[in-house]
């Protein structure tokens, strides 16, 4: 057996579930995107100025020189022909001098990846991180491309949605620099290292916790990386020098190396003076790495225990308010042990599924959290119960239950009167909008007319914009509308027009 696989194999076996910690390297294998020099060298070219001179300038801090690009950038991009379709859909949202050259990366990494198709030779080593068996992600890139690969792991953009969200630890992927759907989440400048160091406390808890549990595997990152040397600084201090030896046999780094032979040993990196303890493996390619990690086994898939987390902790948080949870033993027993018992996979009964709320099928439609809800006794029993003037999704229910298939009524098939009628009402609705002469992801959306702009237009939503997975992130970071009541109608409408959009309209 290859030397890293069996080590890998041997030594995660009886720890628990390893987080990855991805950097550039691996955007720029698959996707063929630069590193941060390379992006803003790109970036740098349209200034007229290479970056090596802001590299200069900035006395070879990048940070300082992303600053002194974005700074010149800005100009250029409202003066030059070249950007004129961003300033027409970004104009409305510049909010500080950065913000161009944030809204170009995004555009410039979403356009590569939208171009993305792994190379011929690299296809069976991305299908064995497909099947790596990990518990979480955390990623300083911008791309998608974790989530192509990752598709059930559920992102979390920046330090204000990991603060403000209930985060469950397994199948997520943590931006923690931003995402390219967002530009403003960026994390570029040294304005922007310097307000995220500011706010990094939350994030470094977080991070320290996974790192004290889990193993940690550094991918597409240098030894020397300084987003990591700050990273285990912090993790360093919020741990005191004492009790570094805790990380022992957790921090794993992969080196890609194409001329060197395969390689794994334990060692000691001298991070602020501190001697911490890490694996180091140089590899020639990943195969044996995401072999070792696709070995493991797991009692159920990463997203059907993130859901069963989110589901108690909903149950605890409001106090069960649709009798949902069973104490097989009592509450007040003083026992040690409590039996508990979770019923997997098992169906609702009619019952159940009649005191289904909108707001549960809404969540059901946005698999946040997917109950895998019987789509016939929805239909059939659930959707009657919600006046036809209140906006509940449909479709996906339809579909479930064989009676809808690309865009119409599967023939000769008996429909509940009250499902036939909802569906027919917002066919009719969205099937007679016209669709913009531009369509433009739902970040761009936001950036040009806020949050509240895209809840008012919602009806409009399936002619404005085609990114479906996008819409599916705003309607989930923005459940707390709900609690609203006039953005509670709105919402209804946007989740209705996102049901729609995905499993109501033809393909073709």
Known sequence: MAKVEDYLRKHLHSLAGPYLFVGAGLSRRYVGLGDWKGLLSHFADMTGQPFEYYRGAAGDDYPKAASMIADAFYDKWWSDPVFADSVKDWKDSVAARDSPLKYEVAKYTRTAMDAFSVPPDLESELELLKDTVIDGIITTNYDRLLLEVFPDFRPFVGQDELLFSDTQGIAEIYYIHGSERRPESLILTAEDYADYNARNAYLAAKLATIFVEHPVVFLGYSLGDPNIQALLESLITGLRPEN?????????????????????????????????????????????????????????????????????????????????????????????????????????????????????????????????LPCDLVVGKALGKHAITTYVPVFKFLVGAGLWKDGKWIPKVTVNAAARKRADKYAGMFGKLKLEPKLVAVAELEADIGVEGILNNATKLPSLTDDVEGLREFLIRNKARRSQDWWATQYGKAAVAYDWMRYGRSDS
């Open 244 to 372: 570094v030896s805790k990380l022992q046999d957790r921090l794993i780094f992969v080196e890609w190396n194409p001329s060197e032979p395969p390689d794994i040993a334990t060692t000691v990196m001298n991070v602020s003076g501190v001697s911490l303890p890490i694996i180091r493996a140089t590899v020639p390619d990943f195969t044996e790495v995401f072999t070792a990690l696709g070995a493991r086994d797991r009692a159920m898939p990463a997203r059907i225990l993130r859901v069963l987390k989110e589901q108690v902790f909903e149950l605890v948080k409001s106090n069960d308010p649709d009798g949902r949870l069973v104490a097989v033993s009592a509450i007040e027993d003083d026992r040690d042990t409590l039996d508990v018992v979770f019923g997997v996979g098992a169906k609702m009964t009619a019952v159940g599924v009649v005191g289904l709320t909108r707001w549960d099928l809404m969540d059901e439609v946005l698999q946040s959290p997917d109950r895998n």
